[in-house]
């Protein structure tokens, strides 16, 4: 079946770089971009990119230029998420999230990976 | 890019109806018919309900439904159910070719 699964949880300090990993399985891997989104304690979603595992292309919210880079292994079928100096404010669950096909909720997100907690603390 | 802007909470008897408003603005929520709504469970992931404004992808009950008039989109949830109770989140595509979310709404069936 379609899944998403990621990386397990990860506690970093303020400054320092974390990489989180969603590994895609069920479905042609380099047919579908993927966005990832993040989620603070008891806060909303907030969108923060998309890669495009074919092409390479990315896009990333104005918020996160400069500290966010998203990048994909289409050997392993795993697009990556890496986020920088960070603060306590990036403390959030983050989420791999696919986006349809051309043809079917394009502009949706139609399928989730369980989510990684990112913990910044000192 | 601001968040789109939702009730922080909503409330309804079983059986009932209740709609979750989704206010954005020409550059997203009324420039595009590409809002889509999604239910979330504390500590899950969440699920898409709704795409395209008014589409429900399979397996979603025909109980949810979805509009836009101008710069707002609205998802109804009728026959409410205790299982309905959850947070709802609207998205929108941008003018920007980026995505925005709503800030969130707390469904609670009384």
């Known amino acids: 079946q379609v899944q998403l699964v990621q990386s397990g949880a990860e506690v970093k300090k303020p400054g320092a770089s974390v990489k989180v990993s969603c590994k895609a399985s069920?479905?042609?891997?380099?047919?579908?971009?993927m966005h990832w989104v993040r989620q603070a304690p008891g806060q909303g979603l907030e969108w923060m990119g998309i890669?495009?595992?074919?092409?390479?292309?990315?896009r990333y919210a104005q918020k996160f230029q400069g500290r966010l880079t998203m990048t994909r292994d289409t050997s392993t079928s795993t697009v990556y998420m890496e986020l920088s100096s960070l603060r306590s404010e990036d403390t959030a669950v983050y989420y791999c999230?696919?986006?349809?096909?051309?043809?079917?909720?394009?502009?949706?997100?139609?399928?989730w990976g369980q989510g990684t907690m990112v913990t910044v603390s000192s | 890019q601001s968040a789109l802007t939702q009730p922080a909470s909503v409330s309804g008897s079983p059986g009932q109806s209740i709609t979750i408003s989704c206010t954005g603005t020409?550059?997203?929520?009324?420039?595009?018919?590409?809002v889509s709504w999604y239910q979330q469970y504390p500590g899950n992931a969440p699920k898409l309900m709704i795409y395209?404004?008014?589409k429900r992808p399979s397996g979603v009950s025909n109980r949810f439904s979805g509009s836009k008039s101008g710069n707002t989109a609205s998802l109804t949830l009728s026959g409410l159910q205790a299982e309905d109770e959850a947070d709802y989140y609207c998205?929108?595509?941008?003018?920007?070719?980026?995505?925005?979310f709503g800030g969130g709404t707390r469904l609670t069936v009384l």
């Open positions: 395209d404004v008014t």
């Open positions: 069920g479905y042609p891997f380099t047919s579908y971009y």
């Open positions: 890669i495009n595992p074919s092409g390479y292309s990315t």
């Open positions: 998205s929108s595509y941008t003018s920007s070719s980026t995505w925005v």
């Open positions: 020409s550059s997203d929520v009324g420039g595009y018919n590409y």
């Open positions: 999230a696919r986006r349809g096909s051309s043809t079917s909720f394009y502009f949706a997100f139609d399928i």
